[in-house]
């Protein structure tokens, strides 16, 4: 079955602290995989995609196919990370291709 | 990044009405459009994808009498809600996408029936 796990709902840290918000999934083919995020009352919007291999707003992540895992990391938290990001996996082929959510995890950076 | 436009982005309607939403690629052509909903702090769930000139993928649980999905052009897919009642209630958001490229999504529509 085709899965995106976030196991935690929320996480809260200070600013300057590293974070790492959690995703693991199931995928019986070769995954393709994407962070969104949605900043308080905005539109979900892509942060990065795991092809890119990019890093953005200072936010890395790395697919970890042993693990299947992509888990999303900046080493020092600022307050405008404040957001809900959801990790999400393409499923389905042609017109069937669909996103895969997550449940979302709510960062909370604190001063 | 392309913009994606949703009409209007609040309604209140009364129990029994029908609520049209509409959904707007507004610089680039959308050969599919996927309407979700979100409950509050909680994930979105995908209600449907539309192909553009095709009959619209109901996911399993979703009413299609009750969600009408017509995605008439490249540019537009609206969703009606009908007969809406309270449970209807909730944040309703639309993506576009072009062919396998990366989604983009509306701004939602809060929808409150009382």
């Known amino acids: 079955a085709q899965r995106v796990t976030q196991p935690e709902k929320l996480l809260s840290v200070f600013k300057g602290a590293p974070v790492e918000l959690k995703c693991n999934y199931s995928?019986?083919?070769?995954?393709?995989l994407f962070w969104y995020v949605q900043y308080s009352r905005q539109r979900l919007q892509l942060l990065l995609r795991?092809?890119?291999?990019?890093s953005i707003k200072g936010f890395t992540a790395d697919l970890n196919k042993g693990e299947t895992s992509f888990h999303l990391k900046k080493p020092f938290a600022q307050e405008e990370d404040s957001a809900m990001y959801y990790c999400?996996?393409?499923?389905?082929?042609?017109?069937?291709?669909?996103?895969?959510w997550g449940l979302g995890t709510s960062l909370a950076v604190n001063p | 990044g392309a913009v994606v436009s949703q009409h209007p982005s609040r309604v209140i309607c009364k129990s029994g009405t029908s609520v049209k939403i509409e959904c707007r690629s507004l610089?680039?052509?959308?050969?599919?459009m996927f309407w979700y909903r979100q409950f509050p702090k909680k994930s979105l769930m995908l209600m449907a994808t539309?192909?553009?000139?095709?009959?619209?993928?109901?996911e399993q649980g979703v009413e299609k009498d009750k969600f009408l999905i017509n995605h008439a052009s490249l540019t537009l897919s609206t969703l009606t809600v009908t007969s809406a009642h309270p449970e209807d209630s909730s944040f309703y958001i639309c993506?576009?996408?072009?062919?396998?490229?990366?989604?983009?999504f509306g701004q939602g529509t809060r929808l409150t029936v009382v």
């Open positions: 993506s576009a996408r072009v062919g396998n490229h990366e989604a983009f």
């Open positions: 610089d680039f052509q959308a050969t599919t």
């Open positions: 539309s192909n553009e000139g095709s009959k619209a993928t109901y």
């Open positions: 995928y019986s083919g070769s995954p393709e």
């Open positions: 795991h092809i890119s291999r990019e």
């Open positions: 999400a996996l393409v499923g389905g082929a042609g017109n069937n291709r669909k996103l895969i």
